[in-house]
């Protein structure tokens, strides 16, 4: 461990002068301990691209892991795969409305309907499943009113 020894400096008070140094280190000091620091870990784009493909197809984290050792010669965690996927998954979950009508009506069989404004900015959306559907033809008299608000954070 590198040891400094610093003092006060008699000038103005405010600075620290440094006297004596010592370069020994109280750990193993080698290029194996070194490449498993996080810094050192990191992936290029390239590859983890080819990680969330291979992650996508259900492989083996231990064989993709040799694979990434054996191929860019770099040091991957398991977990570091783990948190390569969760990331991925955080950034393509974004709020594209149109997948989500697309989903709601084919998926859900929903009847979906958007709010808009004269601009054509967002103001609300009209979701209808099945089943209130049906209560709202069995029941025409009565009216069915549900708010969810969520806020984004």
């Known amino acids: 461990m590198r040891s400094w020894n610093l003092f006060e400096s008699l000038d103005d008070g405010k600075s620290l002068v440094i006297t004596k140094m010592t ?29 969330l493909e291979l992650i996508d197809l259900k492989a083996n984290k231990k064989m993709i892991q040799n694979k990434i050792i054996n191929d860019c ?3 991957i965690t398991l977990k570091d795969l783990s948190n390569i996927r969760t990331i991925a998954r955080k950034h393509d979950s974004n709020n594209n409305l149109v997948e989500v009508i697309n989903k709601l009506k084919t998926k859900n069989n929903c009847n ?27 029941f025409p008299e009565v009216i069915f009113y549900t708010v969810e608000h969520r806020a984004s954070g």
Do not use: C, W
């Not at 280190?25 to 050192?40: A, D, K, W």
């Open 23 to 51: 370069e020994l280190h109280n750990h193993e000091i080698s290029r194996v301990l070194y490449s498993h620091l996080p810094n050192q870990r990191k992936i290029n784009p390239a590859n983890k691209a080819i990680i």
């Open 112 to 138: 979906v309907e958007v709010s808009t404004d004269e601009a054509n900015n967002f103001n609300g959306i009209f979701i209808q499943v099945r089943f209130m559907a049906e209560s709202f033809h069995s």
């Open 73 to 75: 010669g770099k040091i």
